[in-house]
């Protein structure tokens, strides 16, 4: 079997790479100092070129934290404005959703972590259950999945899913199991507005079984380890 010479695949000098602070200050210097790079920042987002612009920021964000010329102020709402502009060119909805929420916490204006959403007993009865199925698919934490693969069933107001982790990948599928789907490790029971609060961390799964509103068939203990596989809340 031939094997291609590793400089084939291997640039010299990403070899040993300067810092990332390192090269942006000899850059920034290079270009004349901060307000000459800032002027590129202004002329970059005035030509829409925003992926320049934030490339440029980001080697600013490095030099301010020894040169306090740099306004950080200026730097962050910079940021912001090239950040929604550049979102709003994103068509992949968790692309576009990362850019707008860090334009937001770049203008300060992110909401608390600790802040939850109120939401009324009428709303959370009316979201259909095919939805919090596809939330729940995109919200598998990969760092509990990535060596897993295992599957379980969900009977949800008489309406059958199987949610399958595939090592780092959720797939749902309502009905019958697609091929290749290992031996489900259980069966969750439960109505309808039952499945919707566990799965916006409004009611305990634990407590939940205890108090009989859901039953497990199965082995509980490695059901609750495969819902803790997957992020919950609103």
Do not use: C
Request: proline fraction near 5%; hydrophobic fraction near 40%; aromatic fraction near 6%.
């Amino acid at each position: 079997m031939y094997y291609p010479p590793l400089r084939s695949f291997l640039i010299p000098q990403e070899l040993y790479p300067l810092g990332h602070e390192e090269e942006s200050q000899k850059t920034v210097l290079l270009m004349g100092g901060a307000s000459k790079v800032l002027k590129a920042v202004e002329d970059a987002q005035a030509m829409n070129d925003h992926r320049w612009a934030l490339h440029l920021l980001h080697m600013l964000r490095a030099v301010q934290k020894k040169d306090k010329s740099v306004s950080r102020k200026i730097l962050k709402a910079l940021e912001a404005a090239s950040l929604r502009a550049l979102g709003r060119t994103i068509f992949n909805t968790n692309g576009r959703a990362y850019l707008l929420q860090t334009a937001l916490e770049r203008e300060g204006n992110s909401p608390r972590a600790e802040t939850k959403p109120v939401l009324s007993d009428a709303f959370i009865d009316s979201i259909p259950i095919s939805l919090v199925f596809e939330v729940m698919q995109t919200r598998l934490r990969p760092e509990l999945s990535i060596d897993v693969h295992e599957s379980a069933i969900f009977l949800v107001g008489g309406s059958k899913h199987i949610v399958t982790v595939r090592r780092g990948v959720a797939e749902v599928t309502k009905g019958d199991a697609l091929h290749g789907t290992p031996e489900p490790i259980g069966t969750f029971i439960a109505d309808e507005n039952t499945f919707r609060r566990i799965m916006l961390q409004l009611k305990s799964p634990g407590k939940a079984i205890m108090n009989g509103d859901v039953r497990i068939e199965g082995d509980q203990l490695k059901f609750l380890v495969f819902v803790q596989r997957f992020e919950r809340g609103a």
